[in-house]
T-cell receptor, first 111, second 110 residues
Framework: DAGVTQSPTHLIKTRGQQVTLRCSPK?????VSWYQQALGQGPQFIFQ???????QRGNFPDRFSGHQFPNYSSELNVNALLLGDSALYLC??????????FGPGTRLTVL | QKEVEQDPGPLSVPEGAIVSLNCTYS??????FMWYRQYSRKGPELLMY????GNKEDGRFTAQVDKSSKYISLFIRDSQPSDSATYLC??????????FGSGTKLNVKP
């Protein structure tokens, strides 16, 4: 049984560009959450998707948007990239109300 | 004030020692408490999950929650060099939004 998978593993972008990160949840899970983890910090909650709707959102600007597909996979989009957006982006999946299991993350570097 | 406070360490102990990791929080609505282990440049791995107050044991790991003091702990018995990692506490009022501590870096010396 594959766990949570994310792609790509690493990504390098320049300021002002846009990026799309992808996540496939653990088999049987219907909820996907996205986190940003800066170096030396804990994960910061970006948003959570359930039934293709954004259910909850953290303190992130509208440049951060997402989508959930009917097969429960999800995308995170970040527009107008800033240097400060450089971080490890983590996807976590869960059942509707349950513990979250994380993927390996996508390391984004903005130059 | 942060929602969740966690001492960043680093914490260095000899192999075989008992390790105590702690977090405090300010939001009395938190009901679900989790501990994750994160190796360098990897995603967090769920270790323990506890609902409300009480203790939970799983092998060498014991999680404790004291809601009256807004304090949670993770104990690791017979620590091993392979336990060297960053330990993150996380909590949530409703499983819709999770709040993480900044992580404690643990080093277990052989």
């Amino acid at each position: 049984d594959a766990g949570v998978t994310q792609s790509p593993t690493h990504l390098i972008k320049t300021r002002g560009q846009q990026v799309t990160l992808r996540c496939s949840p653990k088999s049987g899970h219907d909820t996907v959450s996205w986190y940003q983890q800066a170096l030396g910090q804990g994960p910061q909650f970006i948003f959570q998707y359930y039934e293709e709707e954004e259910r909850q959102r953290g303190n992130f600007p509208d440049r951060f948007s997402g989508h959930q597909f009917p097969n429960y996979s999800s995308e995170l989009n970040v527009n107008a990239l800033l240097l400060g957006d450089s971080a490890l982006y983590l996807c976590a999946s869960s059942l509707t109300l349950g513990e979250q299991f994380f993927g390996p993350g996508t390391r984004l570097t903005v130059l | 004030q942060k929602e969740v406070e966690q001492d960043p360490g680093p914490l260095s102990v000899p192999e075989g020692a008992i390790v105590s990791l702690n977090c405090t929080y300010s939001n009395s609505a938190f009901q679900y408490f989790m501990w994750y282990r994160q190796y360098s440049r990897k995603g967090p791995e769920l270790l323990m999950y506890t609902y409300s107050s009480g203790n939970k044991e799983d092998g060498r790991f014991t999680a404790q929650v004291d809601k009256s003091s807004k304090y949670i702990s993770l104990f690791i018995r017979d620590s091993q060099p392979s336990d060297s990692a960053t330990y993150l506490c996380a909590m949530s009022p409703n499983f819709n939004k999770f709040y993480f501590g900044s992580g404690t870096k643990l080093n277990v010396k052989p």
